[in-house]
Each structure stands twice: as structure tokens, then as C-alpha cells.
């Protein structure tokens, strides 16, 4: 996997790399506003592009916006992300507040707009009607929410020429129509990206009020530069957080690999996802319980509960792991000691679930863990039990999950986690 990056001054840092190098490189459309920077972040390869030169001395209308789209094409890259400073058109939109932009208005008036300067194989109009990757934005956004960072989910950007700001009179215009920010960089990028069929995403960060608030003095290029180096680390974060969702989903999909399917058992029309062919190789067992570990390192975790039998083996490992103690919930007659007991409805007749009534103390942050969730009654029945105990839920986490089966609707009260779906198939 390949990402390409478009950004300021700042996100070249080779600290958030592996195997970090530059690469000069020259396009049909010229040199790209910068190097490359190559390195690796996780399993992904990322190439970043400093937007205005690694000195800052290309204004925004001399931004060779073809080059830097076509650069990161020919090495390779299926996502580019742009980073951008804007000035908020709206009260809501605080300073260092990110938004991921799902709209934008292009006012610019002196740009190369296209690769197509002529039609030498006939006419070609590309659509543009929503030119930001839902893929992108949905993991720009949920990266943003797990870090806790202020983020806005959507919002029109209007790009104007530059390199001059705003007047009020156009400020006010602006707003008018409707943008939500204003920057002088997004509309050629986005555009050349879908001329490129690149699936393409910006996170703006907002430094300012541009000139329409009466309370506020009109922007300075200062007051951007200072937000911006406020929110550089922050976006660092937001950046590799987001490029280590696709370095999991390689990973998940090797692990996914790994599960067996059985068809009709245990009867006609089943198909069995058999987790021991994950299990019993010692690198996806590794992986697994290492993509566990990452979710819930910080959860403060008391308590791994496993379901009878399976969940047993994830919810050790993890325990182990967390620093944790490990409660197993069994079937009936299996506990010597005195137990709790828990039933639950089965698609035909009824089921239960037991625990030794002191495995959980008041107050305590349970984890319950099982290798598959189907239609969820089992693991209601394990949530119902633990609150009887007065434990706390700190989630509910699955190795597989069937999701037509709809298991998850039953747990909508709890954080919950899948790591591998089967989706019709």
C-alpha cells in the first residue's frame, strides 16, 4: 500500500518514518514543489510532497499542483491525503479545530486546472460532484474522535487565488454562498487528484477568522504560522493514526486468511469460520493478540472475561498482556465453587451462563472477549451477569463477526470491537 501526503513544512520529519530517504524526480509536467520524502509508517509506504517547497518560497498560484498529483500517480500512491491551513467563515469553527472538507468552490482564476489540455483522444469531463473519498474522510474523522481532537465532519472550502487575503467585502460574499473556510490551495488538488482517479482527502486546521468577524482583527500571516506550529504535533498524529488504519486492515486481512470456512456445519447452510487454522500459527497468533493489545493498552482494563470455550484462549493471552485478571465464563456445571447465573433465550428453547459469584468485584472494568459473534445472545446474557455483579463493560471484543447476523444491535449500550467480518460471503 501507497499514500501520498500534500502538505506544509513540518510533516517531512523523518521521526515518523522507518526507513526514511528523498527521491528528486521529474514528471511531464515538470519538477514537483519539493522532493519526495519516502518512508515507511507501519506496512505502508508514504510519499509526501511539501506543498509550497521545503523553504516556503512557492506562493500558492505558482504551485505546480499537476506535477505534485502526477508525481505521486507514477510512484504508485491509491490515497492522497492534503493537510491545509484555512480561515473559518464560521463562529463554530474555533482556531485549531480540524475539519475534513467534503465540499469545495473554486474561485481561483489563474491555475492549470487539468491534465487535458487537449482532447487527443476525444472529450473528457470528470465528474466532480463529490470529489472527496468517503474512505478517506470516514478515517480522517475517526482518527480525529479517538485522539480526542475538535474535528468538524464536513464543510465547504472556497480557494482563492491568493497570495493576498480576503477583503471584508469578499469575506462576507463567501459566506454567502455558503463555503464554510477559505484557503488558497484545495480546489486544483482535488480536481487534478479525480482527473487521476487517486481517491483524495484534505484536512483543513483552522488558524483564523479571515476578515468578515467584527470582533476580530482581520488575519496575519503570523497568527497562521503560530496555530499552525501549535497544531503541527497534533496533525503528526492525525496523519499516522489515520495511515495505521490501512496498515491494520493489511494485517487483518492476512489474519482473515488464515480462518478456515466449512460449509454446512454444524449443519446445511453454515458456513463454520474455524479460527484453530489462525491460531496455530505462532505469527498470526502474535498479530492477533497484538491488535488486542493495541486497542485496549489504555483502557485500564481489570478484568478479561472469556466466553466458554474458545474465548478462553484470546481472553488469557490478552489478560496477560493488559496486566489484567482473567474471569472465565462457563456453561452450566462447570464451576465447583457457587456461582451466578445468567439464562438467555436460544432459537430454540434456552441457555445459560455462570461465574463464580466473587470473580468480579463492584466498580470493576470487565473486557469480554470471544472468538465469534453471531446473533449476540450468549454475550447479552455474559453483559446481563457481569452488571448483576456491578461490574463496569469497558467493552465487548470478537476475534470474528458475522454482521448480517446483527449480534452487535444487541450490545449497542457497550463499546464494541470486531477484528475480522465475514459479509456475505
Known amino acids: 500500500?501507497?499514500?501520498?501526503?500534500?502538505?506544509?513544512?513540518?510533516?517531512?520529519?523523518?521521526?515518523?518514518?522507518?526507513?526514511?530517504?528523498?527521491?528528486?524526480?521529474?514528471?511531464?509536467?515538470?519538477?514537483?514543489?519539493?522532493?519526495l520524502t519516502i518512508g515507511k509508517i507501519g506496512s505502508v509506504d508514504v510519499f509526501i510532497i511539501s506543498r509550497h517547497g521545503l523553504k516556503h518560497e512557492i506562493p500558492?498560484?505558482?504551485?505546480?499542483?499537476?506535477?505534485?498529483?502526477?508525481?505521486?500517480?507514477?510512484?504508485?500512491?491509491?490515497?492522497?491525503?492534503?493537510?491545509?491551513?484555512?480561515?473559518?467563515l464560521r463562529e463554530e469553527i474555533k482556531r485549531g479545530d480540524f475539519m475534513i472538507l467534503d465540499q469545495f468552490i473554486d474561485f481561483t482564476k489563474h491555475r492549470k486546472l487539468?491534465?487535458?489540455?487537449?482532447?487527443?483522444?476525444?472529450?473528457?469531463?470528470?465528474p466532480?460532484?463529490?470529489?472527496?473519498?468517503?474512505?478517506?474522510?470516514?478515517?480522517?474523522?475517526?482518527?480525529?474522535e479517538e485522539l480526542q481532537f475538535p474535528v468538524h465532519k464536513k464543510g465547504t472550502v472556497i480557494t482563492i487565488?491568493?497570495?493576498r487575503f480576503s477583503t471584508k467585502a469578499e469575506s462576507n460574499l463567501f459566506r454567502q454562498w455558503g463555503a464554510h473556510v477559505i484557503n488558497m490551495s484545495t480546489s486544483p488538488e482535488a480536481i487534478l487528484a479525480n482527473e487521476a482517479e487517486i481517491p483524495f482527502a484534505t484536512i483543513a486546521t483552522s488558524t483564523d477568522y479571515d476578515c468578515w468577524k467584527e470582533d476580530e482583527k482581520p488575519v496575519t500571516w503570523y497568527e497562521i504560522k503560530e496555530i499552525m506550529k501549535q497544531n503541527t504535533e497534533k496533525l503528526k498524529k492525525v496523519l499516522v493514526h489515520t495511515i495505521n488504519s490501512f496498515s491494520r486492515e493489511q494485517e487483518i486481512n492476512k489474519l482473515k486468511e488464515k480462518v478456515r470456512t466449512i460449509p454446512d456445519f454444524p449443519k446445511q447452510g453454515v458456513m463454520f469460520r474455524d479460527i484453530t487454522t489462525l491460531l496455530q500459527n505462532k505469527e498470526s497468533l502474535r498479530k492477533l493478540v497484538e491488535l488486542f493489545y493495541e486497542k485496549y493498552k489504555d483502557a485500564e482494563i481489570d478484568i478479561v472475561a472469556g466466553i466458554e470455550s474458545s474465548g478462553f484462549i484470546m481472553a488469557g493471552l490478552l489478560a496477560e498482556k493488559l496486566n489484567a485478571g482473567l474471569v472465565l465464563i462457563?456453561?452450566?456445571g462447570k464451576i465447583p465453587?457457587?456461582?451466578?447465573?445468567?439464562?438467555?433465550?436460544?432459537?430454540?428453547?434456552?441457555?445459560?451462563?455462570?461465574?463464580?459469584?466473587?470473580?468480579?468485584?463492584?466498580?470493576?472494568?470487565?473486557?469480554?472477549?470471544?472468538?465469534?459473534?453471531?446473533?449476540?445472545?450468549?454475550?447479552?446474557?455474559?453483559?446481563?451477569?457481569?452488571?448483576?455483579?456491578?461490574?463496569v463493560i469497558a467493552g465487548c471484543a470478537f476475534v470474528i463477526e458475522l454482521p448480517e447476523l446483527k449480534g452487535r444491535?444487541?450490545?449497542?449500550?457497550?463499546?464494541?470491537?470486531?477484528?475480522?467480518?465475514?459479509?456475505?460471503?
Request: charged residues 25%; proline residues 7%.
Open 1 to 35: 500500500m501507497k499514500i501520498g501526503i500534500i502538505g506544509g513544512s513540518g510533516l517531512e520529519n523523518p521521526e515518523i518514518f522507518t526507513e526514511f530517504k528523498t527521491k528528486e524526480v521529474e514528471t511531464p509536467f515538470g519538477k514537483p514543489s519539493s522532493p
Open 60 to 88: 500558492p498560484t505558482e504551485v505546480n499542483n499537476r506535477a505534485n498529483i502526477f508525481a505521486l500517480k507514477s510512484e504508485g500512491c491509491k490515497f492522497i491525503i492534503s493537510t491545509t491551513a484555512v480561515g473559518s
Open 114 to 126: 487539468t491534465f487535458f489540455d487537449k482532447f487527443e483522444f476525444g472529450p473528457i469531463h470528470t
Open 128 to 144: 466532480m460532484a463529490n470529489p472527496f473519498s468517503d474512505v478517506l474522510r470516514k478515517k480522517l474523522i475517526e482518527s480525529c
Open 161 to 163: 487565488e491568493g497570495p
Open 330 to 332: 462457563r456453561k452450566p
Open 337 to 391: 465453587y457457587e456461582t451466578i447465573k445468567q439464562n438467555y433465550k436460544l432459537e430454540y428453547g434456552e441457555g445459560s451462563v455462570e461465574i463464580p459469584k466473587d470473580a468480579i468485584k463492584p466498580g470493576q472494568k470487565v473486557l469480554i472477549i470471544d472468538d465469534l459473534i453471531a446473533k449476540g445472545g450468549t454475550v447479552q446474557a455474559v453483559a446481563d451477569l457481569i452488571e448483576k455483579m456491578n461490574g
Open 409 to 425: 444491535d444487541k450490545l449497542s449500550k457497550y463499546p464494541f470491537f470486531s477484528l475480522i467480518k465475514f459479509e456475505g460471503e
